[in-house]
């Protein structure tokens, strides 16, 4: 399913943090709203991931790395930022325009508003509210580069033929090329976490902002992303659990032979 119309076109925002990793058409990171600073991202077996705190509001932030306008439909805990849907990449996103960055500080309620995005436990996450708890813990953007009509074909002006039936020519020819060619299929690049649900973290549905946007006309270059990323989260002692965080060495080290004669009575 092709959709090119009610895209978002984000406002650029000056001073954006930095990303936390570059890939080829943008930029993302996961930013705290508390510092300003981006999240550390640690890689485990061709993953991302950086630890949360429950409590602790976050940003989303994507930058596009493009000379050109694109679209970013992202998705928090396998839901839409924009629409409120059970994600999938054909559905609206942001759009930005030529290396322009933007921080989606919550879930969208409105071309004025949003919901504050802060990291919670599992039972209090909007995922777990809507019924919707399977794929907390991953923060996802696909990006989708706009069609671009191609450029007419140029014909040599006929020997044979007047000025005027060269013209014609010519201009039939440019009628023909501009013909929009066929999108090719899309495909769903989501996959779900197999974690005990217990000992997850997701994101809240928080206090209302501002956030100020508008809507924008976008047609898709193809139905399917030109790129999909995605940064895992969980809090950072169930990140340490499972090696993907290293440990923090102990502060002291017992000793074999501390000193002292011989057995003293313990504490009555």
Do not use: C
């Not at 999938?88 to 071309?111: C, M």
């Amino acid at each position: 399913m092709k959709r090119s119309a009610a895209a978002i076109a984000a406002f650029v925002l000056a001073g954006a943090a930095l990303p936390a990793a570059a890939q080829q058409l943008v930029d993302l990171a996961v930013i705290s709203r508390a510092t300003g600073e981006r999240a550390p991202v640690y890689h485990h077996q061709g993953r991302m991931y950086v630890a949360g705190t429950p409590g602790e509001r976050y940003a989303v932030y994507v930058a596009n790395r493009t000379s050109a306008r694109i679209m970013t439909v992202v998705s928090v805990d396998g839901i839409n930022a924009v629409t409120g849907e059970t994600a999938s990449p054909d559905q609206n996103g942001y759009v930005l325009g030529a290396h322009q960055s933007f921080e989606i500080t919550g879930w969208r309620k409105s071309t004025s508003e949003v919901a504050a995005f802060y990291f919670t436990q599992l039972p209090d996450s909007y995922a777990a509210r809507t019924d919707r708890p399977d794929n907390v813990g991953v923060i996802g953007v696909a990006v989708f580069r706009e069609y671009q009509p191609p450029r007419p074909a140029v014909l040599p002006r006929p020997y044979a033929r007047s000025d005027g039936a060269a013209r014609e020519a010519e201009s039939s020819a440019a009628d023909a090329t501009g013909a929009p060619a066929a999108s090719a299929p899309g495909e769903s690049t989501a996959e779900r976490r197999s974690l005990n649900r217990q000992e997850r973290i997701g994101t809240g549905h928080g206090e209302r902002e501002r956030s100020d946007v508008v809507y924008t006309q976008f047609r898709r270059a193809t139905s399917y992303a030109s790129e999909t990323i995605a940064i895992y989260y969980d809090t950072r002692a169930n990140l340490v659990a499972r090696g993907i965080v290293p440990g923090t060495a102990p502060v002291s080290t017992p000793a074999p032979f501390p000193g002292g004669r011989f057995v003293p009575d313990p504490r009555s």
